[in-house]
C-alpha cells in the first residue's frame, strides 16, 4: 500500500491544483464576507434562519478539521450516531458548534480557520485521494459507505461554497454590502 502522506509529485497542475483553487476560491468569498464587521455583527441572526456570520465560520473550519480528521484516521476519527441516544446536553453543544459564543470573537475564529485551511492544503498535496475509509453509521450515511479522500475534498468544496453563499445572504441582510454579486 501506498503511504498516503508520501509528498505527491506536483501539486501545481492537474487534479489537486484544481482541488486546492477551488478550495480557495470558496475559501476567500466566506471570508470576505466578514471582513469589517465586530463581533456582535458576527453574533447577530438578520433572517429567519438560525444561522450567523461568526458561526459560519465556526462551522465551516470544525467541518474541515473533522473531514480531514476523517482521511487521516479513518472511521475512528467520526463517532457512530445513534439519534436514540441523542440528550438535551448534545443538541446544546451540536447548536452552539453553529455560533459564535459570547467567549469567542471572530478573530479567533479566522485565525482557527486558517490553520485548519493549512492543514487541508497541506493534505490535499500528500495523501493518495483513491484512500477510502468507511463511513461511521449514521442516518444521513448508507450502511457500509466509504468516501475516498478525493470525495471528502470535493465535499468540503461544495460546503465551502454553500455557506459562503449563506454568508453572502446574512451579510447583505446585516448592512447591505455583497461579497458575491
Known amino acids: 500500500m501506498t503511504d498516503p502522506t508520501a509528498p505527491a509529485t506536483d501539486v501545481r497542475s492537474g487534479e489537486r491544483a484544481d482541488i486546492l483553487a477551488q478550495l480557495a476560491f470558496s ?3 466566506l471570508r470576505n464576507t466578514v471582513q469589517g464587521i465586530t463581533d456582535e455583527q458576527a453574533r447577530l441572526r438578520t ?13 465551516v473550519a470544525t467541518v474541515e478539521r473533522g473531514w480531514v480528521d476523517f482521511v487521516l484516521e479513518g472511521t475512528s476519527a467520526m ?10 446536553e448534545m443538541m446544546r453543544r451540536w447548536a452552539d458548534g453553529h455560533r459564535l459564543l459570547e467567549d469567542e470573537t471572530l478573530a479567533e475564529m479566522l485565525a482557527e ?14 495523501v493518495d485521494l483513491d484512500l477510502t475509509h468507511e463511513l461511521p453509521k449514521a442516518p444521513w450515511f448508507n450502511p457500509g459507505e466509504r468516501r475516498s479522500a478525493r470525495r471528502v ?8 461554497s454553500q455557506h459562503a453563499g449563506h454568508a453572502d445572504i446574512i451579510r447583505e441582510a446585516l448592512d447591505g454590502q455583497k461579497s458575491m454579486g
Request: no cysteine; aromatic share 8%.
Open 79 to 88: 463517532p457512530d450516531v445513534d439519534m436514540s441516544q441523542i440528550d438535551e
Open 27 to 29: 475559501r476567500y468569498f
Open 113 to 126: 480557520y486558517e490553520r485548519v485551511a493549512a492543514r487541508t492544503d497541506d493534505l490535499i498535496g500528500t
Open 153 to 160: 475534498f470535493m465535499h468540503l468544496v461544495a460546503e465551502t
Open 47 to 59: 433572517t429567519v434562519s438560525e444561522l450567523t456570520l461568526g458561526g459560519l465560520i465556526k462551522h
